[in-house]
């Protein structure tokens, strides 16, 4: 079993910054990714970053240029910094764990086994 506990979040004005931070325990050699993902009201979860032990990363297209992912192996904690915030990526935001597929090219596919408790960010004026 793995436990993914978050902590950052909150309210912010757009345009403006925020940090995301997620740790892991349990049964860390049973996934090589850890990711973010986020469910806004009345839409699906979606993925919007996804990291892997090597560094490997993947971005949802919406968040390109603007977020950036980055984790620490020997602490077993991956964050999120986002930025140029948008009211759109107001959402609960959820760390996840999982297998990734990966090629010469990069993360092929990537399938969360393990969630976290969620974190809201809102991003309004």
């Known amino acids: 079993q793995v436990q993914l506990v978050e902590s950052g979040g909150g309210l912010v004005q757009p345009g403006g910054s925020l940090s995301l931070s997620c740790a892991a325990s349990?049964?860390?050699?049973?996934?090589?990714?850890m990711g973010w993902g986020r469910q806004a009201p009345g839409k699906e979860r979606e993925l919007v970053a996804t990291i892997t032990r090597t560094g490997l990363t993947k971005y949802a297209d919406s968040v390109k240029g603007r977020f950036a992912i980055s984790r620490d192996n020997a602490k077993n904690t991956v964050n999120l910094q986002m930025n140029s915030l948008k009211p759109e990526d107001t959402a609960v935001y959820y760390c996840?764990?999982?297998?990734?597929?990966?090629?010469?090219?990069?993360?092929?596919?990537?399938?969360?086994?393990?969630w976290g408790q969620g974190t809201q960010v809102t991003v309004s004026a």
């Open positions: 996840n764990a999982g297998q990734a597929w990966t090629s010469s090219t990069g993360i092929n596919s990537y399938g969360p086994d393990y």
């Open positions: 349990g049964s860390i050699s049973s996934f090589n990714a």
